[in-house]
């Protein structure tokens, strides 16, 4: 009597945490494909001040809202804007996590899209963490000499490596930018930018000297 | 006729014999009892069960109606118009947290508000080549300087010059060096340890707290295994690499040797226990 029982008990908590996952990855794909759409049916919704809000809906709005808050304070300090996000999870278990990512975003004016799988492995007092695999694809004028940096991050996995770089790449990139700008407005007759001022390329041709 | 009979006898026995067993003392009284809550716990977990999955219909007919672009707010009642908004807001919570996690991952700061604004708490992630390594904290204080209040970063690092240097012109800048020197911190920390766990022939004679000076002692395989003594200097700390490598050995033929020129390269180029590793693998080291 006592086995019956322990045998639907087991089966129940793998019934139930196959629906858990499956609902976590069902309403991840309602925001991916039509997040934009939600967000703007859910505006007049948080729009509501006061006691117009339904109770069991404000601690949800309240948890959004902060969450929304804290993602731009993120943004801010790192620097790193993040504009989409698919995560996917293969496996989960008491002990062990692994996960896909496919982030898109900018830095300033710099684009990328980045897929990585990380591992979780829930170790007594430690978690360990490691990146599996790496890749990266970059987009922008800027980016003309970057591509052995990208093949040995990918190579390296090193994904912090990679943001950190773009970091420091993206403000050289904006102070040589605004250099260039800037001779080019002084001097417009002898300075040219012949592939706009975000290019690595500043001509500079004085009429009287030749060459 | 018969059988009909004998099984209600069987049922009247097997009832009886319940009873009897029943009656058999504290065991029995324990049995039942956790026969009981395992019981009730069935019953919950059934509930659970049953509520998820009205909930993933819930969701279903959501996603259907979204997909279809057929609006969302004539739903049938009040009630179900609740549950609605309710799918949405956890499906737009999730893809919250997935970008804080996203963030985080990264190796985000992790920017943390305290005392009402007063100050702001930052962690510090390393990695060294795909592993998670350590993190470090700060409390910075904002009241009128950026100070730092808190932190817990090894007293060998030049914490104090960095922040001289930067932090009250630039705070993005000063976090982005810190960043920048911890990993590398922790990249020549985790090459020592890797070296001693995979080439456990390699002796480290010295290191450092900065992990800025490392010397090896290997056994350089021949006819007579010679002893070679490999100094790593790393005179850039926002390097995992070595600017200068030289290495020693009582034999002068050897050191001078090609193949050892070529191993001092390697050792500039890659990291440290890659480069011994692969010095075995070619036989030229024990």
Not at chain 2, 94 to 116: N, P, S, T
Not at chain 2, 146 to 158: E, G, K, L, T
Not at chain 2, 217 to 239: F, N, S
Request: charge should be negative; charged fraction near 30%.
């Amino acid at each position: 009597m006592e086995q019956k029982y322990e045998e639907e008990i087991q089966m129940l908590q793998q019934e139930i945490e196959m629906l858990e996952a499956e609902q976590e990855e069902t309403l991840r794909s309602i925001f991916i494909e039509h997040g934009d759409r939600l967000q703007h049916e859910l505006k007049s919704v948080f729009e509501e001040r006061g006691g117009a809000q339904k109770p069991t809906l404000s601690k949800l709005i309240t948890e959004v809202r902060e969450l929304e808050k804290d993602l731009r304070r993120q943004t801010e300090i790192n620097g790193i804007a993040l504009n989409e996000c698919f995560v996917k999870t293969l496996h989960k278990s008491e002990r062990k996590l692994v996960q896909q990512l496919r982030l898109a975003g900018h830095c300033s004016v710099l684009l990328f899209q980045v897929e990585f799988a990380v591992t979780e492995i829930q170790d007594d007092d430690a978690l360990l963490r490691r990146v599996t695999e790496v890749n990266i694809v970059v987009d922008g004028v800027e980016f003309k000499d970057f591509s052995a940096f990208v093949s040995r991050v990918e190579d390296t996995k090193d994904l912090l490596l990679f943001f950190r770089t773009l970091r420091t790449f993206s403000e050289r990139c904006e102070e040589r930018r605004q250099t260039f700008r800037h001779f080019q407005e002084k001097y417009p007759d002898v300075v040219s930018l012949p592939e706009g001022c975000r290019s690595d390329l500043m001509i500079i041709r004085s009429p009287q000297l030749p060459g | 006729m018969d059988g009909q009979v004998e099984t209600v006898e069987q049922g009247v026995l097997g009832h009886l014999m319940a009873l009897e067993r029943r009656g058999m003392g504290q065991q029995d009284q324990h049995e039942s009892q956790r026969l009981e809550m395992l019981k009730v716990r069935a019953v919950a977990l059934r509930a659970q069960r049953d509520q998820l999955k009205h909930q993933a219909d819930a969701v279903k007919i959501l996603k259907d109606k979204i997909s279809k672009d057929l609006p969302l707010d004539d739903a049938d009642a009040a009630g179900g118009f609740i549950e609605l908004q309710k799918s949405l807001l956890t499906a737009w919570r999730m893809q919250l947290k997935d970008l804080q996690r996203a963030h985080h991952l990264i190796g985000g700061y992790d920017l943390v508000e305290c005392k009402e604004g007063k100050s702001v708490c930052v962690s510090f992630h390393t990695a060294f080549e795909g592993v998670y390594l350590e993190t470090y904290n700060m409390e910075l204080d904002l009241t009128r300087t950026v100070q730092i209040s808190r932190h817990n970063i090894p007293p060998s690092f030049p914490l104090e010059s960095i922040a001289k240097q930067i932090l009250q012109k630039d705070l993005k800048g000063f976090l982005q060096t810190l960043s920048q020197k911890l990993n590398a911190l922790a990249g020549r920390r985790q090459q020592v340890y890797l070296l001693k766990e995979l080439v456990g022939s390699v002796e480290v004679m010295e290191s450092n707290q900065l992990c800025n000076i490392l010397v090896l002692m290997c056994t350089a395989q021949g006819e007579t295994p010679k002893a070679v003594l490999c100094t790593l200097e790393y005179g850039d700390l926002t390097q995992c690499l070595p600017t200068r490598v030289s290495i020693e050995c009582e034999d002068k033929t050897l050191s001078e040797s090609p193949q050892w020129k070529k191993h001092q390269s390697l050792l500039l180029e890659s990291p440290a226990h890659t480069a011994l590793l692969t010095m075995r693998r070619m036989g030229s080291i024990a």
